[in-house]
């Protein structure tokens, strides 16, 4: 398995705070993604790097940021945490360059806003 | 921008039948086509991958796939399934610059022995 690290694994938080998702990856990968997984939708992109400091927003940005001051790490933060963001939160990586370019997923963040 | 479609949300299926799920996708330049699956409570692997050359494709586990261009498809198929292949299957897509994989909405797979 790639070296993918999310933390933390789950999370129950309160309508209105602030939460963090960690992603952590031990390949040195230029790309990181953090996408979010509901029935009956797939995956769909939130965020996402190509390198330190440089980010862009995926098809379901809104109530999102993130930050990446390191090539190792990516981090997703809400803001204000919704009831609609209950979800399983997943970091991926890639290395887009030629034939292998593949995404590797990491392990998922269950989170709950109640 | 890119979409993907899994017409099928949910099969079943018993053991020793044979499977081929659907996706489609809309994008009018060169694609890179994954399928992943994932299997109850894990995280997403790559069964197979499509980038240039033979359209036919296979992967892991007996999996194989078919990029037919002028149908904009990539369909994946197994000739006889085993109950270990229970799991969501999501078809995706990403350009050639390899920036944003975009899913489809997944298909569910359950196998029964």
């Known amino acids: 398995d790639a070296g993918i690290t999310q933390s933390p694994r789950h999370k129950v938080t309160e309508t209105g705070t602030p939460v963090t998702l960690r992603c952590h990856q031990t390949?040195?990968?230029?790309?990181m993604y953090w996408y979010r997984q509901d029935p009956g939708h797939g995956l769909r992109l939130i965020h996402y790097s190509y390198g330190v400091k440089d980010t862009d927003k995926g098809e379901v940005s809104d109530g999102y940021s993130v930050s990446r001051s390191k090539t190792e790490d990516f981090l997703l933060t809400l803001e204000s945490a919704t009831s609609s963001q209950t979800s399983v939160y997943f970091c991926a990586i890639s290395e887009p360059t030629g034939p292998n370019t593949e995404a590797f997923f990491g392990q998922g963040t269950r989170l709950t806003v109640v | 921008a890119q979409s993907v479609s899994q017409h099928n949300h949910h099969v079943i299926l018993s053991e020793a039948a044979s499977l081929e799920l659907g996706c489609n996708y809309s994008y009018g330049g060169t694609v890179n086509l994954f399928w992943y699956v994932q299997y109850p409570g894990q995280h997403l692997q790559l069964l197979l991958k499509y980038f240039s050359g033979d359209p036919l494709v296979k992967g892991i586990k007996g999996f194989e796939a078919e990029f037919i261009k002028s149908k904009f498809s990539f369909n994946l198929r197994k000739p006889s399934v085993q109950w270990s292949d229970t799991a969501e299957y999501f078809c995706a897509v990403n350009n050639n610059a390899g920036n944003m994989l975009t899913f489809g909405g997944g298909t569910r797979l359950m196998v029964k022995p």
């Open positions: 390949e040195n990968h230029r790309y």
